[in-house]
């Protein structure tokens, strides 16, 4: 067994590793380890094996640092320097890029220290494989799971499937940068909600498939998938977060499900082929940058129910923006340099005395009167009394364009964008007047003598 000291290095290690875990496999990553955990200073190596030495529940084990071997099919020891091999702390480096399979032994029982980030990064690694009586790994079709199958900790780089469905049993997963796989369908299990970060960072996915059970598309979850054509959406899904689907090159028609209420930073920026997006009503919030720099973009219509627009939200971007008037720009300064957001604004209160409010806020609207009497041929406005922050705070100024009016018998009473009732023969008609952003109503009977 040879010794060689080298200050410092499980620490830079610990980092890479880490680092590599955190963008590539995200959920997975976050396993705890002991608190009692500690490194010594030295680098021993035995074979073809470096390995440090760590304090662990059960004594001394060897965490594996590098192999210098050039078997492509590898079997870990159980033991180096006779200590238990518990872990692989790093990255395999140097003439190890080659490895194809990997066996790991029973003493290595879970993913600590970012296990499932250090095979991943193998590029030819196509097959994972424990023992049967692994204690808490599992293995099956070559890609590598907890023992009860409740998560994915590693996924291959170079397993040539072309899709992949994630058992029902799947609650957390990993499968950053696998070169071949096509087709992924998420996990079905009720517990799994989200895509995870960074799932399929870089990989070469061309179709997703998301079951109802997910109702948020992680951050960075597709970030530069530049093959991604197609998304069948969880209509479930509410929330897209913030580097989504960034630089997903491929994608070129997208239509978001009714369900989505939160378009997240940078959600599809640098989508530079993406030709159309469809964004539901009953969209809040459309985030900084989330459209930057998405040059085949031609036309986007605004749904009404859209209150926030981020800053540079469609900077970059010559489509034709089609929004709600009450929609305010608003100039802000960011670091010298110019730039606009858009939000939600209404105008209410007394005659003379009228604030400005963002429509968000508004938690009630009521009519000033349920009916009104019209003689044919004569005009009177609808007054709608507006509610802030459960505050009463008087009449909507109509010039806010924030209500849509309707009247179901324009024979007998029309009405105009701003509420203006006109009486045109006998009868009775009812007028309904709408919130665009929620889409809440209420009825106004009118009276026409």
Not at 124 to 142: F, K, M, T, W, Y
Not at 223 to 238: D, P, R
Not at 345 to 354: S, T, V
């Amino acid at each position: 067994m040879k010794k060689t000291t080298k200050k410092s290095r499980a620490i830079i290690g610990c980092l890479l590793s880490l680092s590599l875990c955190l963008r590539s496999l995200s959920v997975p990553c976050a396993a705890a380890e002991p608190e009692d955990e500690v490194y010594t200073d030295e680098e021993y190596t035995d074979g073809d094996y470096r390995y440090f030495l760590m304090k662990w529940q059960e004594g001394k084990v060897a965490s594996i640092t590098d192999y210098t071997g050039t078997e492509t099919k590898l079997f870990i020891p159980d033991t180096l320097g006779g200590y238990p091999v518990k872990e692989i702390h790093t990255i395999f480096s140097g003439n190890n890029k080659n490895i194809t399979e990997i066996h790991l032994p029973n003493s290595i029982d879970g993913p600590m220290n970012g296990l499932g980030g250090t095979l991943c990064s193998l590029p030819e690694l196509s097959a994972i494989q424990v023992n049967d009586d692994n204690p808490g790994l599992a293995s099956r079709d070559g890609v590598l799971y907890s023992k009860d199958f409740s998560t994915i900790w590693a996924y291959p780089a170079a397993k040539t499937d072309a899709s992949y469905v994630m058992p029902d049993t799947v609650e957390h997963f990993g499968l950053s940068g696998n070169k071949f796989l096509k087709e992924l369908t998420f996990s079905s299990n009720e517990h799994c909600t989200s895509t995870s970060e960074a799932v399929c960072f870089g990989s070469s996915l061309e179709k997703v498939i998301m079951p109802p059970n997910i109702t948020r598309v992680d951050n960075e979850s597709f970030e530069n998938c530049k093959n991604l054509k197609e998304i069948q959406w969880s209509e479930n899904t509410t929330s897209i977060g913030h580097f989504a689907f960034y630089g997903c090159s491929s994608l070129t028609d997208v239509k978001l499900p009714p369900s989505v209420v939160h378009l997240d930073a940078a959600a599809f920026a640098y989508c530079e082929n993406l030709r159309s997006i469809e964004l539901p009503y009953g969209l809040k919030i459309i985030n900084s940058s989330a459209f930057l720099d998405d040059t085949a973009l031609k036309t986007v219509t605004i749904p009404d129910s859209v209150t926030n627009i981020g800053q540079d939200a469609f900077r970059e971007c010559p489509a034709k923006i089609k929004k709600a008037p009450y929609l305010k720009r608003e100039a802000i300064n960011d670091g010298g340099r110019k730039t606009y957001r858009y939000r939600a604004k209404i105008k209410a209160g007394k005659k003379g005395k009228k604030k400005t409010y963002l429509a968000k806020n508004i938690t009630q609207f009521q009519a000033d009167k349920d009916s009104v009497k019209l003689k044919k041929g004569t005009s009177q406005s609808l007054k709608t009394i507006v509610y802030i922050k459960e505050k009463k705070v008087g009449a909507l100024d109509p010039s806010s364009r924030i209500l849509s009016f309707s009247s179901d018998n324009e024979k007998v009473a029309s009405v105009t964008k701003k509420g203006v009732v006109r009486g045109k023969k006998k009868g009775v008609a009812n007028i309904d007047v709408t919130l665009r952003t929620t889409g809440e109503s209420y009825p106004v009977k009118v009276r026409v003598t």
